[in-house]
């Protein structure tokens, strides 16, 4: 009796990768960006699911590119060292000493943790920074004012994918750790969510997606279950005119509507603090988060 | 509250692909060949389960490649035709018309059906028989006995793998018709068993898997439960002296031992009237079936 | 004495090798597609003859297609079978058993054999149908008139020739059944003479022989002696007014003008009851056939 | 007459790249393994030169591979932190925090910055550590005393250079940082000397080379002009039991002795404070180090 | 009835095609070395002959690579620019302006009208000499007796066949003068067919023809009618110590020798007087000249 | 004191290595068409430096393309032949005697000294005329007054550049004798500028190089030291005009403007009496002849 009931188990199970089967079908062969940040590293075990995640979609076929951010450890590193921090208009001044602990931070700490938890999936992480074939050309944030010198924080000028790509073509995950260089060769703060909206677009991905700590975007940030599950460009210009996307929110829809607009296919906003994020917006119909599209 | 019991439903699902990581981890660009016959075509619920299996391996990275039977379809044609069957040891002696049946009902009636089956479900698999590209060279059965004429049954003389590696290559699923060809030119029955080992160990295949009506091999043939897991060659050789091991069974035990004795990894007998019995077997540690193993 | 007569006669057969050169240049790399019937096929002489014209054009750097019909072996199963035809307008409805007997006489009966003689010849051919690779894919023949129903009778719908230039490049023969497949998977009995002239516009094919049991397209059909030996379209338009090209002839000049339509160089109607007509066509100027140009 | 005596200028200078044909001819397509640390990056002007070096070399076609050691910049931002040094034999006992700091400091500070350095000569440089793509396995040193736990210090288990070499293959400039991996996916800190000889080691290299800051081996480390051009096995032996071998110098000559053993044609040990020391080592008969060699 | 008749004689034709059909089959993809001087050169018709019969073999798939002599033309040159010949042992002594002049003439005169003939064919050819790629390296012959100078004749020191292989392999036909270079670049006077027996032997050529002006190895070299169709190596030794195999064909058996030492399936020495030679020889069973077998 | 000094040689001689990095990058990997005639080939110690900068040019990953002229060697074998001159408006009759020196001299005797001279360094050449593989395609000049005949004088029709590709692909440098061939395989004395002209423009050449015996083209003809370091079309065409451009330059100022019309970076015209002439002009920023620019 217990024989049979385990094979009705089994192939429930058997169900289920059948479930997934049209889904491994459309994105064979594809890429998708991944930008995740401070709020998932934050927790072991999420960290664990979300490389399975990672390393599963390896194996069916999928392409990932992971760009990771790393603001909670940078500023923890930043305290350790007293090093204070001044802001202009929400953004933090970088000096070079600031500067050098933010790289640190996010192309060894957190790049290498990233690729060592892969590799111990077996899969084969390689950990790269803009610098890295001069991945991402970056120029400084200029104001017209001299008094307001944000250092060294800038933009991305050019990304220059031809690294990524090989890396693919040779089986390897590529993790990116957002640090640009300027002309002269050194580093320069950018915004990670911006990084990963110009390498979807670099890349004409197929998937964008970033995993926040929320559920998606919502109608009303102050109720937590009024996510949209779609928006477009329109839709998403009056949330901002209303004041609905704010914050760390607003370069992740920029990111949404650069990659769009440069032939990424689907962009999504998902909640990564649930168990499996990928696997769920990916593998269902109905999706976890909420999708950018053009119209 | 619904919305989330659905995402635990969904991180459940997520849970199990993730469960199948280690085997598409194992088993990721192996080769893998099936053989199933004419129980298992009888039910189309089966089939379709079936041949879902087959396409989800190839979305995963595996190769697999398929050897058909086709008994009861043959004795059906054969039947409609009142073509009598004579039997010299349990052969069915073969004459001319008979073989020109044989090979109708295998290289087109059922090969194709099942290449258009895999082609629904968007793999794309290619119908080949023994005569193509020389695959299955056959020598016919000859007795001492002239009186004992057999006609055009026969048995696998070599196998000219090139056919098959070059399909794998171009990402076609091989489907394969038991028919040989002889020194001139002409279709010679041979046992569908005895060419799936035999390709297999031409492959050098990770694994050989023969799906039949029964739950592996039954310790004791009556008892339907007595199914031994696992099996070397000395225990397999006993349960032939003794009797246990008859019938259709011994060329699948042949096919076994033969494939593992070429370098095959692993071989197994399967039934395969379960739902995704390929599944089940694969991406489970415990198997469903009988393992043939050299020690 | 004799000596010397011999080598005079081996020159002389050097001399005939020296003719064919401007020919072998000429169609060096290129492709042609051969349809043949069931007049050729019944006459073992004249096959053996094709089947070396076939492997002759391999071995000078041509690719030879082979489309085949097969009407006489079908009809003489059918009989066998006590299926009784029914035709509307001419043509044959074809219900699921029909169905299944052209199937196994198409794919599996004659294109066998025709895969098995080739590779005799110590060339390699791979016997294919348009249900492998999704080769052919057809629709349905419907009248509007629902009574009218002529069951599993149906058209090309589109030609998905990357299988064909697979075998080719991995220098293969490939010889293909006219059988196609309709959405649901289910073969669709569709005219020969259309394939090979769809084959033969999907390849871009350098040429396009029909060999049939007449020596062209005759002037005058009771007149044996008036073959025509070039035709525009426009002259084509004109006899099929007059009622000069009828029946069975309709398909083929109908395939040329769609494979010249497309870009194939020169398309042909040729008496295949002559020995060697290909190598006859091919390697002299004059031609023994119709050829049908655009103007 | 000025021009005259230009154009003799430029003869000269022609004369010498003309010197410097055979060395391109004898190294082209090879490997060269540079290993340099704290002592050169102190100097901006030393550095760049190096660079230029390394440059140069890639323009000639020879595959320069980096790795780089970093002790001075670790002990700065340690003392920074105020982290204290525990000493177990002369190693460094490295607990987790040291151990995140060692990496962050290998991995990005001084890994990128050589990689932006060299990008800005036009070459194109990616930097890696021995976590991704698996490259340094590495193992923990043990004492059998538990007493003496020196943490996070091991060793070089296995080489995995197929992420160098594919780098190579693409035309980058691997640049290495020491920093190993061990089998739960944890940083490891190893010397990088060790590091280097491995390396070479594992890619058959043509060359490896150490810049250190003094001119050699010298016969009496206490007189500078003792430097010996040529040392084997044996003597390197004698020096060390004569205790003329000491410190950091031993895993350089262990790496030679390593690297020499796996077929590394060359090994030097180089005074890197001198302008384009790999230029005046590489492109001169004499050499400005010492050489090991086997006998 | 003309018609017909003119069928009767296409199919003639045809059927010699396909009685050549046979060695196109055995012939695919092999390489044949020929080599013919200055007898042949000397009949514009035969020339002709020989150049479609070796565009002929390379559109049927055979590689042919020409060797060409040229001692008729140097000799007129020499007598037209007044220069001596000197002799020792039978070896032209070659001062500095002999093998001047033996080079103009091998390497421009005749190397380059063998070449333009083969383009005019429309098959694309190469002529090329020993120093071309350092094809042919020689060392010069001395004699003990240091009054015996022969100046800069030479033998193969060994042939560097990369150059001929990559034409191969780019669908040139390769035409050779044999001219050889020494260590100091200097051009060395050869034995053609001692350059012809090696370059075989270095390709692992399938075939090697000397062209001559009899019908090959002459039991008794008075009689012309004593041509003997096969030879082994000792019935060679013997008639060369019978006297019966002398002069230029010592060389032609040396070389047949050398290649079949070397793994040459097959060498042949014949007239190359007769229309068509390499056909004759190639395309029929008998052969017109001599094989050289070893047992 | 001694060894110092002897390190500041050396490390003066790096400097110039590094100077000259900048012109390897920029020309790496393109491709240099250079064309030199009698005079340079007088001067035993300027050829053997000129070899040298051929060489150096491969090893730094430049492809250079040899095209040499012979007018000297020429007449010298013309005179020894007692072959005397006739001249038509400047050009000399060509008849077959006269083409057959002519190509004797270019083809073997120069032409192969140059590739024996680069093999010697180890570099790789392989020599080729304008019949091989039918490189250069030309047609003769003729005039309406039929009593002008040139005989064998002509122009080039058509480059064929396919065999240069490929041996430059095959890592071999082409030197190319100027004989052209016409539409019956005859050879065609062609002007020696002209084809290189032609070819750098075939190629699509980075630059076009002519070494001659003057430093450039001088301002006044009479004054060497009148040297222009830089022309335009419309420069040119007064100077032209002006009867200051005369004679052996003027086919060299014509290949000059064709090259860059079809899209050739740079020509310039050197004297190739200065030793290293070649690395000269390429390896530092102010040249030492002529640069022809379009405006």
């Given at each position: 009796m217990k024989g049979v009931k385990k094979i009705e188990e089994l192939i429930k199970k058997a169900n289920v990768l059948i479930e997934a089967l049209p889904y491994f079908k459309d994105f064979f062969g594809k890429t998708f960006v991944i930008k995740y940040g401070g709020s998932i590293m934050a927790n072991a075990e999420l960290k664990k699911k979300l490389i399975e995640d990672i390393t599963l979609l390896k194996y069916v076929g999928i392409n990932p590119v992971i760009v990771h951010g790393g603001g909670p450890a940078i500023n923890q590193t930043l305290a350790r060292l007293n090093i204070k921090a001044n802001f202009i208009d929400g953004l933090r001044v970088t000096d070079q000493e600031t500067m050098e602990i933010v790289e640190m931070v996010l192309s060894a700490k957190i790049n290498k943790e990233i690729v060592a938890s892969i590799n111990q999936m077996e899969a084969r992480a390689v950990g790269i920074s803009g610098k890295d074939g001069n991945l991402i050309k970056a120029r400084l944030k200029k104001y017209d004012?001299?008094?307001?010198d944000l250092g060294l924080v800038g933009e991305v000028?050019?990304?220059?994918?031809e690294l990524i790509k090989k890396l693919i073509a040779d089986d390897y995950i590529p993790v990116i750790a957002p640090v640009g260089v300027n002309e002269t060769g050194d580093s320069v703060n950018i915004n990670a969510d911006d990084v990963a909206g110009q390498i979807a677009a670099a890349l004409a991905a197929e998937k964008l997606i970033y995993l926040t700590d929320v559920n998606g975007i919502l109608a009303d940030p102050a109720d937590k279950s009024s996510r949209v599950s779609q928006l477009n460009f329109q839709e998403i210009k009056q949330l901002i005119e209303n004041g609905k996307i704010v914050g760390g929110m607003l370069p992740k829809v920029e990111g949404c509507i650069r990659a769009v607009s440069n032939g990424v296919a689907r962009t999504h906003i998902l909640n990564?603090?649930?168990?499996h994020p990928i696997l769920l917006e990916i593998f269902?119909?109905?999706?976890i988060g909420t999708m950018i599209v053009q119209e």
């Open positions: 004012d001299p008094a307001k000028k050019e990304i220059n994918p990564g603090l649930i168990s269902t119909d109905q999706g």
